[in-house]
T-cell receptor
């Protein structure tokens, strides 16, 4: 079993839709959670960073962490064609060396 | 404040040559992480370094790969005697402290011919 699981997609939605992206994980020691957006042949761009459980909102993006279910989500409101990219979740543990473990990424296509 | 800088952006090496990938972290960041990405795959952790120290190299192949982050200068990922399977995008990230936000560079795309 992988430490971090993420549906690879692709996920296609119409412009203006609310997008829900998710990751599950197995290591209960993960405390730091991040979401990145990666365009083709570019480096990952940090979107959201959360510590422990709860919600965090930034513009059209909301990140949720449910540690009891080992489940994290990223919601994108009013999705735009420019949001079409691969979205990667990443997490880090407070035990061990704090390295970031990534999901495989979900490809999102927002159709105009 | 410049972001994480990686160079070269593209590198072509013949089988058996050495590849040197450089990463300059963001100003004030003393933690550097290297990842490898194959097409259509996620980021695979390779090594985590702090100034002059290797913190975690559990993702590094045991042979031909090495990394350093000297007191002065960029972090270097070195691949000796490259093989076709080393062809990939290599990304570097930096953070100011362990467990905090990590910011990525644009990567080095290594092609072994």
């Amino acid at each position: 079993q992988k430490e971090v699981e993420q549906d690879p997609g692709p996920l296609s939605v119409p412009e203006g839709a609310i997008v829900s992206l998710n990751c599950t994980y197995s290591n209960s020691a993960f405390q730091y959670f991040m979401w990145y957006r990666q365009y083709s042949r570019k480096g990952p761009e940090l979107l959201m960073y959360t510590y422990s459980s709860g919600n965090k909102e930034d513009g059209r993006f909301t990140a949720q962490v449910d540690k009891s279910s080992k489940y994290i989500s990223l919601f994108i409101r009013d999705s735009q064609p420019s949001d079409s990219a691969t979205y990667l979740c990443a997490m880090s543990s407070t035990s061990g060396t704090y390295k970031y473990i990534f999901g495989t990424g979900t490809r999102l296509k927002v159709l105009a | 404040n410049a972001g994480v800088m990686q160079n070269p952006r593209h590198l072509v090496r013949r089988r058996g040559q050495e590849a040197r990938l450089r990463c300059s972290p963001m100003k004030g960041h003393s933690h550097v992480y290297w990842y490898r990405q194959l097409p259509e795959e996620g980021l695979k952790f390779m090594v985590y370094l702090q100034k002059e120290n290797i913190i975690d190299e559990s993702g590094m192949p045991k042979e031909r790969f090495s990394a350093e982050f000297p007191k002065e200068g960029p972090s270097i990922l070195r691949i000796q005697q490259v093989v076709r399977g080393d062809s990939a995008a290599y990304f570097c990230a930096s953070s100011p402290y362990s467990g905090t936000e990590a910011f990525f560079g644009q990567g080095t795309r290594l092609t072994v011919v």
